[in-house]
């Protein structure tokens, strides 16, 4: 456990772990907490409970005693929620002490296998409860001593392998029953709460560098649209509505576990498209705009908000320095080795001296490193006759 995050409190979803990862009723609470336990007590203790009411009915139904089978049924519920309940509610006590580590790891498999003991003991009070109401109906109902033969070395190796595999099968079922399965997901809660804020970390620095991803067109274009409105209104309407479009397809939806949402190839190729409309209307009929995005490739997860930096990156310092016509190109396609390459190529004014040591494309470096590591590759060359060329390599459907 972090010391900011209380036991009473429900876990992050990346947390949470236990027996089965399908039952959230009791397993969003740390393991071995009281709203775990009493919560896991309650769910299996029903189940329990009825096990036992169908234990007493069919024992009441046999000796036709109906008072009989709901004693019966009383005593099978309590041994079974002992069995089921005494392990997690006394470790979950020693885990609320708040004692070293150490003590409390020992502490908790001591009360698992204290409560595991008990539980067979209740349990095997209630089988004796049991043979005594059916020796009261029929005194020959009793429990023969074992003999020789059952015990003795030359017994049959067959029997003698079915029976261990009896025991081990049992011995699993009071284990997982009496919260023994738990014991994985406590000792792995600290790695568990690491890679949690590793990754809450690397979200949030993620988050930091997408949100510096400036639209420097959008006070030139919102400029545009104002000389526009006294000079040609139907123009400055189609700026804006595009303006719009490019807004809608650009704004970053948000996931409350795990920051930005997932981004496809597709959806960042839309934001560019939409982006380089607003660029068509405010730069005029000398920006051409080529765009190659396989079928096979639309559904490809990417990273958000990167070729968007390379696209604008274009813009800014290859085509509007440059007179006359120009033209932007964004290509993808696949590679060997399950990669993806997408192209982002100008042959406007080309590259300057330092271009390439921006923040924008600082940026898109630091994105890529965080997310693929040594895995993805970022290059931005310039021709000999101008223009510029950034190219992205990163694996295939291994966005973060």
Known sequence: ????????????????????????????????????????????????????????????????????????????ALANLVLIGAGPLL??????????????????????????????LANDGAQAFHESLMAAHDPHVATSPPTASTIAPSADAHMLVRRLLEISRDLLFL?????????????SERKRWAEYSRRAETDMKLTVLQAQVEPHFLFNTLASVRSLVTTDPPRAA??????????????????????????????????????????????????????????????????????????????????????????????????????LEVIVADDGAGLALGMGEGTGLANVRAQL?????????FELTGGAGGGARARLVVPRGAVT
């Not at 502490?107 to 698992?112: F, G, S």
């Not at 284990?175 to 000792?187: E, T």
């Not at 965080?370 to 993805?376: E, H, L, N, V, W």
Request: glycine share 8%.
């Open 1 to 76: 456990m972090t010391p900011a995050h209380s036991l009473s409190q429900p876990l992050p979803p990346d947390i949470a772990a236990g027996e089965q990862a399908f039952i959230r009723y009791y397993q969003k609470y740390t393991v071995f907490s009281w709203p775990w336990a009493w919560r896991r007590t309650v769910l299996f203790g029903a189940v329990g409970a009825l096990a036992a009411i169908m234990f007493g009915a069919s024992h009441g139904l046999y000796v036709r005693d109906f008072g009989e089978g709901v004693v019966l049924s009383i005593v099978s």
């Open 91 to 120: 470790a979950s006590f020693f885990r609320h002490r708040g004692w070293p580590r150490r003590v409390e790891q020992v502490a908790i498999v001591t009360a698992l296998a204290g409560g595991l003991v008990l539980g067979v």
């Open 175 to 187: 284990v997982a029953i009496g919260g023994g399965f738990a014991l994985p997901a406590y000792f």
């Open 238 to 339: 189609q700026t804006i509505d595009a303006l719009a479009r490019h807004l809608r397809a650009t704004l970053p939806k948000f996931r409350a576990e795990t920051g930005l949402a997932a981004s496809t190839l597709a959806e960042q190729f839309a934001i560019c498209a939409s982006y380089l409309e607003l660029m068509q209307l405010r730069i005029g009929a000398r920006l051409a705009v080529e765009l190659d995005l396989p079928d096979a490739l639309r559904d490809a997860p990417f990273p958000p908000l990167l070729l968007i930096s390379l696209v604008e990156n274009a813009i800014k310092h290859g085509v509007e320095p440059k007179p006359g016509a120009a033209r932007v190109a964004l290509r993808a396609r696949a590679l060997d080795g399950d990669r």
């Open 369 to 377: 490193l965080m997310q693929f590591g040594s895995r993805a590759s």
